[in-house]
Nanobody
Framework: QVQLAESGGGLVQAGGSLRLSCAAS????????MGWFRQAPGKDREFVAA????????YYANSVKGRFTISRDNAKNTVYLQMNSLKPEDTAVYYC?????????????????????WGQGTQVTVSS
């Protein structure tokens, strides 16, 4: 079992920045990828960004490309989401998720159902 603990959410004015962190613990941690999703009130959960646990590959939703940066620290089992130029429409609960490797499977970083473990979420509120 993997436990995820998100931190770094809060209230920020439009144009401001926040940095989210997600620390993983539990079983020997060797994921295929980690990702961030978000869910605003009354909306479906949507993909934000993902990063492979090895190699340089990163993935971003078009809505955050150029403003958000995902990174990782393998030694700390932690993934980060640096969010700059925040907009009111970025307001949501942000969830960290872990994707495990599945043999003979085409992993889709953008698909929530491909992630096995989820954090409890951290609220991000951007005021106008």
């Amino acid at each position: 079992q993997v436990q995820l603990a998100e931190s770094g959410g809060g209230l920020v004015q439009a144009g401001g920045s926040l940095r989210l962190s997600c620390a993983a613990s539990g079983r020997t941690f060797s994921p295929y990828a980690m990702g961030w999703f978000r869910q605003a009130p009354g909306k479906d959960r949507e993909f934000v960004a993902a990063i492979n646990w090895s190699g340089p590959s990163t993935y971003y939703a078009n809505s955050v490309k150029g403003r958000f940066t995902i990174s990782r620290d393998n030694a700390k089992n932690t993934v980060y989401l640096q969010m700059n130029s925040l907009k009111p429409e970025d307001t949501a609960v942000y969830y960290c998720a872990v994707m495990m490797y599945k043999q003979y499977y085409s992993h889709d970083h953008y698909l929530a159902s491909d992630y096995e473990y989820w954090g409890q979420g951290t609220q991000v509120t951007v005021s106008s």
